[in-house]
């Protein structure tokens, strides 16, 4: 529910020429998006046995655990305004 409600937030404050039904699928898209990329993140350091991806932000799981849902949200949302939004092409 948070997901739509930051979604209409966003879409209010910056994205206005979205429309609101796309507003809404991309925010549970992307939500969904971004939890499979912590999952698929933390599936690729249990395979190779460790706890922490890098030593560059001791005790947070390394800069892999800030960066693991940009994984797959970032390409899907830059996709996304290159084939829907005016001007994409």
């Not at 404050?13 to 993140?41: N, R, V």
Request: glycine fraction near 14%.
């Amino acid at each position: 529910m948070m997901s739509f409600f930051m979604a209409y937030l966003a879409r209010q404050w910056f994205f206005e020429k979205i429309p609101l039904l796309d507003t809404f699928t991309l925010g549970a898209g992307l939500s969904i998006m971004g939890q499979s990329g912590d999952l698929a993140e933390s599936l690729i350091k249990r395979s190779g046995g460790v706890k922490d991806s890098g030593y560059l932000i001791p005790g947070h799981g390394g800069i892999l655990d800030r960066m693991d849902s940009l994984m797959f949200t970032a390409p899907a949302i830059y996709y996304y305004a290159l084939f829907f939004l005016e001007g994409g092409r």
